[in-house]
């Protein structure tokens, strides 16, 4: 697997109020997995604009629901770059079935979404997380870090410098 290094970044998240005190763990992720991570792994999911970071947010609903638009500065050694996409003859066949539709595959048929399949074999090969281009944005890309795979030599934090998100879950119960 080619691994690539991202050069320091800005990326972007929306968080979910409740789960704001939170931001860099990936536990939302973990509850009942995410397109690249099973259910129980860690995944912080990321984007690489502000646009891209809201669309991903909104999803499937009409409006935006609540949240907080929040900025991390990153430097990631060992991330797979897919933001090309499945391109016939770079990358094994498995990949180009990406872009599935991740939860009707195992939630409604009850089978293994190939791309969890694929963040299986990211992190299998020591990748620390995979670029890959938005299917809420077109034209944006998206980056998955799997925070227990980070190690010294990388970078990722939360831009919080006035301190503003909450320290606890308690101001959201």
Not at 71 to 90: H, K, N, Q, T, Y
Not at 145 to 172: I, M
């Amino acid at each position: 697997m080619m691994f690539s290094t991202l050069p320091i970044s800005t990326l972007y998240r929306m968080l979910t109020p409740r789960w704001s005190f939170q931001p860099l763990s990936g536990a939302g992720a973990a509850r009942q997995g995410g397109r690249f991570n099973r259910p129980g792994e860690h995944a912080l999911y990321l984007s690489f604009s502000t646009r891209t970071a809201v669309a991903e947010y909104q999803q499937f609903l009409d409006l935006l629901p609540p949240g907080t638009l929040a900025a991390f500065l990153a430097r990631l050694s060992c991330i797979v770059d897919f933001r090309r996409g499945f391109e016939a003859g770079a990358r094994a066949s498995g990949w180009q079935d990406w872009d599935c539709n991740w939860r009707n595959v195992a939630f409604r048929r009850q089978e293994v979404p190939p791309s969890w399949v694929l963040g299986d074999e990211v992190r299998r090969s020591e990748g620390k997380g995979l670029a890959f281009p938005s299917l809420a944005d077109p034209g944006g890309f998206n980056l998955v870090v799997y925070p227990d795979r980070l190690d010294r030599e990388d970078r990722l934090e939360v831009f919080d410098p006035l301190g503003a998100l909450p320290k606890t879950q308690a101001s959201w119960l």
